[in-house]
């Protein structure tokens, strides 16, 4: 069964943020599968891990009041698609207590259209506006220069001293994927 949980909507130029419907659960899978976008991941995931992924998602919303926003694309007119990934808030407490990360997955077929930033830079926003944060963070692979690119693009600087294993990575299986590179971004007014 799908709950939905108030999130707040936000709207950029071309986006909407907004919560998660029923329907986004297929596409969202199909997003899942794709072994282009779950690149620098274990491994691409399965129907039923997504919709895990979704109910997670909105677990978080309910419990902590921040998530990831389903995406769609609103404009320009005739190129709007309903649903195409989300960008969001997570809690970052993989690399470190209490930090809380600004993330995305989009479908492929969309990438270089510069939606990634747009999104992330909105989600910026309501941390540091709405709910008040210090510092947000954002951290991935080394070798995923598209995610490094767009943290540059939306404010965040890269803290080498703050570099980690990723603890849920088993470095048997996935050594290239364990190491990851973090970067930072401090409240407005903040370093």
């Known amino acids: ?26 596409p969202f899978a199909t997003l899942n599968a794709d072994p282009v976008v779950m690149e620098h991941f274990p491994a691409p995931l399965s129907r039923v891990e997504s919709d895990a992924f979704v109910a997670r998602i909105e677990e978080c919303w309910a419990t902590r009041g921040l998530g990831l926003w389903a995406v769609e694309v609103t404009a320009p007119p005739g190129e709007s698609d309903t649903f195409i990934g989300y960008v969001g808030l997570w809690p970052g407490d993989v690399a ?8 995305w997955r989009l479908a492929h077929r969309v990438w270089g259209r510069g939606y990634a930033p747009e999104a992330a830079t909105a989600a910026l ?52 994927l364990v190491r990851h590179v973090l970067y930072r971004i401090g409240a407005p007014g903040r370093t």
């Open 1 to 26: 069964m799908f709950v939905t949980v108030p999130v707040p909507e936000l709207r950029t130029e071309r986006l909407l943020l907004r919560g998660w419907r029923a329907g986004d659960r297929e």
């Open 96 to 103: 470190g207590p209490g930090l809380v990360e600004v993330g």
């Open 125 to 176: 926003d309501f941390a540091f506006s709405v709910l008040g944060l210090p510092e947000v963070v954002s951290f991935t692979v080394p070798q995923n220069e598209r995610s490094r690119r767009v943290m540059a693009k939306i404010g965040l600087r890269h803290d080498p001293s703050r570099d980690f294993d990723h603890p849920r990575i088993d470095p048997t299986a996935d050594p290239h």
